[in-house]
């Protein structure tokens, strides 16, 4: 597996999102959508999951003394209250305004407002990879993760269909190849966007919030 440690472009501290089972010692790389208490919520909880991850992240760096690693137990209790604002319809939360609609509401809970951001990518990759690289550039180098939607895998077998996962850092592209570094289920994991970019039919988004103070 590449070393995210080695990106040009990367969080400052993804080791943040480690989450321990303290009933068996198993650790983890931020949430995992099979954690939720429904099947329903099993099957289509990656968003809500997305989104947690990006806001613990944040969150946690206002609390310096805040216990690490994160206990699975906590982490799911987050991503239940998550659910109650960010929720999947029928079809699941297949595009970035359906993602982000109910963030405000979540951090306005916790005493925050948020700068919400996007981008989207068309059916056939009507986007170019610099476009994808500099959305990704400008979030990290914040500090910010970026949630970021496959609606199909094209030829990246790292991905999965209709599903979101958490980008914490890339690399300097290199011709066609961009590579960056995903929290996926528990897992962390290295993805080629630029083979996803130029091999997508149905293409996807890019989704990310900061959190300000409320006024």
Known sequence: MMNYEKMTY????????????????????????????????????????????????????????????????????RMEEVWKHVTPTIHGIPTTDLLLKGVPSLLAAHGYRGVLDKLDIGPMAHVELAAVVDFLKTHLQQDIPVAFLTLDIGKEPGLDEWHWVTIVAMDEPRGNDSYAMILDNGDIKAVNLGLWLTTTKKGGGLASFSLQPAQ
């Open 10 to 77: 990367r969080l400052r501290d993804i080791e943040a999102f480690t989450v321990a089972d303290f009933t068996n010692g198993k650790t983890f790389m931020g949430g995992d959508q099979k954690w939720f208490h429904t099947k329903w919520q099993r099957l289509s909880g990656c968003g809500p999951t997305t989104v947690t991850n990006i806001f613990i992240y944040q969150t946690r760096k206002n609390e310096p003394d805040a216990t690490r690693p994160m206990a699975k137990a906590t982490y799911q209790a």
